[in-house]
């Protein structure tokens, strides 16, 4: 049966937690291989963007908060 899910497309939270996991730098070969395999390389793109975007947003928010905080 993991077998069966491995031949097929990925779906949303597989790509949210394939893309996550890229993005810190500990995917799994079997999924990176699926991804590569079976993924549609845009999702991908867009998926990375996104989480790229929120990640600034969020390093931006607390380098404010934290400025606030000090008086800066």
């Given at each position: ?31 990176r291989e ?39």
């Open positions: 049966m993991n077998d069966q899910q491995n031949e097929q497309k990925p779906g949303f939270w597989q790509i949210v937690f394939s893309t996550l996991a890229a993005f810190l730098g500990v995917q799994s070969n079997k999924n699926r991804d590569f395999k079976h993924g549609n390389i845009y999702v991908y793109i867009v998926s990375g963007l996104i989480f790229t975007t929120v990640f600034i947003f969020c390093v931006i928010t607390v380098v404010r908060l934290v400025l606030q905080s000090r008086g800066l």
